[in-house]
């Protein structure tokens, strides 16, 4: 199964695998997304979802609980678990 990552607000769509990081979904798919660490700790690919879900396979990423409520997330260490919109943090 493949979601679609919609990148608000120009509207750039792209296709989001599951078992692929946002992040590199977001750059094949021609997305000029801001990135550096890819780990999750320096916060410089942070966005916001405004719909959809991602999950994470570290325990914690680099997101106080806040933020993670307010729907930030880290694309560098996010996994897709459904259609998203995000927007650049």
Same mark, same amino acid.
């Given at each position: ?6 990148? &608000? ?13 946002? &992040?590199?979904? &977001? ?28 999950? *994470? ?21 996010? *996994?897709p678990?459904?259609d ?6």
């Amino acid at each position: 199964m493949t979601f679609t990552a919609t990148v &608000l607000p120009n509207g750039l769509q792209v296709d989001a695998e599951p078992d692929q990081v946002l &992040l590199l979904s &977001l750059e094949m798919g021609g997305a000029n997304w801001m990135s550096s660490c890819r780990n999750g700790s320096c916060r410089t690919c942070i966005g916001q979802l405004q719909a959809g879900s991602v999950r *994470y396979e570290i325990e914690w990423p680099g997101l106080s609980s806040e933020e993670m409520a307010e729907g930030y997330v880290l694309p560098c260490v996010a *996994y897709p678990c459904a259609d998203i919109a995000l927007t650049p943090g």
